[in-house]
Every structure is written in structure tokens, then in C-alpha cells.
């Protein structure tokens, strides 16, 4: 910056610093918490509630990122046969998720009130006329969830939906005896190392120990 306003004539470069995924917080709402989120949305069937409870949704249950849900178009949704395409992270190509049956029931609901015009799945209900149903954003998502979060005594963000769908992924996978590393799938990380920390989290194989060693 110094060097940009001229204060300097010289440069440093800095390297950055990856965060180890080890530090990451992935506790998320917890189930309680999204079950509450959602009984508050479900309380409305106006158009803009209607929205929210759509994309509540696929934040939770299909796990996705905020970005991956601003970016749908309609055409992206195939209700028919159960198919949502999204451009995941670091992806250069769109891939098909399998709808469940009760998100593609939800989406029905919302895309009957929206219409069948191509373009954004999810149009702002903002009240400038400039702004009124452009793509949602980002950043209007965050605050539908954290507006949700607020209304329901808890602080919560949209990552944190995706945290608790993962965690909660690897507790149901582990009861029916399946490979936890299947997870994956669902999870669309590249790296198993991110999802151990899920699976280290669940397990709390530290707090065991810890409780152990106290008793």
C-alpha cells in the first residue's frame, strides 16, 4: 500500500500463510439449531419467504457454499428428474447433485411463485426498483441467515450450515456402518485431510481421552 501511495520506493513481497485446517472451526448451529432456522422460515408463504426457505435449504441440505446458491440459474434445476447443476469451488465445469425429496419439493414451491424465466434461480426482493429482482447476493444471503439466526437467539452464518450438514453427514454415515470417507461425495472437498477435521470433531477422540485422564 505504502508503495502504491509512493511513501516507498522499494517493495516487500509476503508470502502467505495457509491456515491449517486442523484450526478450523466447524461446529456450525448444530442440528437443533438449523431445525429451529427452519421452523421460523417455514412460518411464512409469502413470495420472499418462500426464497428463503428455498435456499435455506440448499445450504443445508445439499451442503453448498453461498456462492454455489447466488450462482444458480433456473436452468440449472432439474425438478423432473431430481438434478441441481452447480459450479463448485475451484470447478471450471458445473456438476450434477441429486435433489432429496424434500428440497425438491421446496424448490417447486419457491420456482411456482418465481416463474419459468431463464436467468437467476434466486432474484432480490429489494425495494429499489434498480436492485428489485437482479440476482440475489452474497452478501444478501448472509443476511437472510443471520437475520434467521437472530429471530431464532443464535448467531449463525451460512458456512455454518454447511459445517453442521458435513458433521452431520459423518454421525448418520457412521451408524449405518458405511465408509466415512464417503462423506466426500457429499462434501465436494478435494482433500480428505479437510474432512478428517470433521471426522476428528465428531469423534472428540481429545475430549474422551481428556475426561479419561481427569477421571
Known amino acids: 500500500m505504502a508503495y502504491t501511495l509512493g511513501m516507498i520506493n522499494w517493495k516487500v513481497r509476503v508470502k502467505n500463510q495457509k491456515v491449517s485446517s486442523a484450526s478450523r472451526d466447524t461446529r456450525g448451529p448444530g442440528k437443533t439449531g438449523v431445525q ?116 431464532t437467539g443464535q448467531k449463525v452464518r451460512p458456512h455454518g450450515l454447511r459445517h453442521t450438514a458435513i458433521s452431520e453427514a459423518v454421525r448418520k454415515v457412521q451408524a449405518v456402518g458405511m465408509d466415512v470417507t464417503k462423506v466426500l461425495q457429499f462434501s465436494r472437498h478435494k482433500d480428505l485431510k479437510t474432512l478428517q477435521v470433521y471426522i476428528d470433531s465428531v469423534e472428540d477422540v481429545q475430549g474422551k481421552i481428556a475426561e479419561l485422564v481427569a477421571g
Open 36 to 151: 429451529k432456522l427452519q421452523e421460523e422460515v417455514s412460518k411464512r408463504t409469502d413470495p420472499k419467504g418462500l426464497r428463503d426457505k428455498a435456499v435455506l435449504h440448499l445450504l443445508y441440505d445439499l451442503a453448498l457454499r453461498r456462492s454455489e446458491v447466488v450462482g444458480l440459474d433456473f436452468e440449472d434445476v432439474d425438478l423432473e428428474r431430481g438434478i441441481l447443476r452447480i459450479l463448485g469451488k475451484g470447478r471450471l465445469q458445473k456438476e450434477n447433485l441429486s435433489l432429496p425429496t424434500r428440497t425438491r419439493k421446496i424448490l417447486s414451491e419457491w420456482i411456482t411463485i418465481r416463474g419459468d424465466s431463464e436467468g437467476s434461480l434466486f432474484i432480490n426482493f429489494h425495494h429499489n426498483p434498480n436492485i428489485q429482482g437482479k440476482r440475489l447476493s452474497a452478501t444478501s444471503l448472509y443476511r437472510i441467515v443471520r437475520d434467521l439466526g437472530t429471530q
